[in-house]
């Protein structure tokens, strides 16, 4: 059963144009977001975060939007630039109790961006 | 940089064999996560350790075990390596501030034949 889906295997947008990168979760006791990139050959590296006490959050040309009511987030990229192409995750996490900070990733999307 | 670092980066072994992962951490971190990356999967969590001596399962803990003597160094073994434990290994900590966010180590490649 995944938990966190990211339908879109991938995407491919033009240097300067927006990228948007969706995600899906089911699990309703989430309550922290994060998006994470992977270049091959390294480790992920965190980009951005939402609790899920906000809707929108963002740091520079990465907004990330939250919609609980349909349990779906977003990653905002403007404006895209070749750099950007890498795998993204996104990860949710339930931080109450005895959760110790485990994230659920989704599948991933690779995104590719034209110069 | 989280002063994270795994070894071996890569390796190659036969089934059957034993293999352990180092991972090793310079700042004190208490959350230590191990994580495989396939194709399709994304990253699933295997065991993480919330403390020196206390660890637990994750999603895909079947054929690994882990051990934590100390604070810097969490072990992953694969006790009788298969083909299907062939992936990419990562390592996490999870940062001082406590929120959320999880730094992650370079990663070693495993390939068993």
């Known amino acids: 059963d995944q938990q966190v889906k990211q339908n879109s295997p991938s995407l491919s947008v033009q240097e300067g144009r927006i990228s948007i990168l969706n995600c899906d979760y089911t699990n309703s006791m989430f309550d922290y977001f994060l998006w994470y990139k992977k270049y091959p050959a390294e480790g992920p590296t965190f980009l951005i975060s939402?609790?899920?006490?906000?809707d929108k959050n963002e740091d520079g040309r990465f907004t990330v939007f939250l919609n609980k009511s349909a349990k779906h987030l977003s990653l905002h990229i403007v404006p895209s630039q070749p750099g950007d192409s890498a795998v993204y995750f996104c990860a949710a996490s339930a931080r109450g109790g005895t959760s110790y900070g485990k994230l659920t990733f989704g599948q991933g999307t690779i995104l590719t961006v034209h110069p | 940089d989280a002063g994270i670092t795994q070894s071996p980066r890569h390796k190659v072994t036969e089934t059957g064999t034993p293999v352990t992962l180092r991972c090793h951490q310079t700042?004190?971190?208490?959350?230590m996560y191990w994580y495989r990356q396939d194709p399709g999967h994304g990253l699933r969590l295997i065991h993480y350790?919330?403390?020196?001596?206390?660890?637990d399962k994750g999603e895909v803990s079947d054929g690994y075990s882990v051990s934590r003597s100390k604070t810097e160094d969490f072990l992953l073994t694969l006790e009788s390596a298969t083909s299907s434990q062939t992936s990419v290994y990562f390592c996490a900590i999870r940062g001082l501030a406590g929120v959320g966010e999880q730094y992650f180590g370079p990663g070693t490649r495993l390939t068993v034949t």
């Open positions: 939402i609790s899920s006490i906000k």
């Open positions: 350790s919330y403390g020196v001596k206390d660890t």
């Open positions: 700042e004190n971190h208490r959350y």
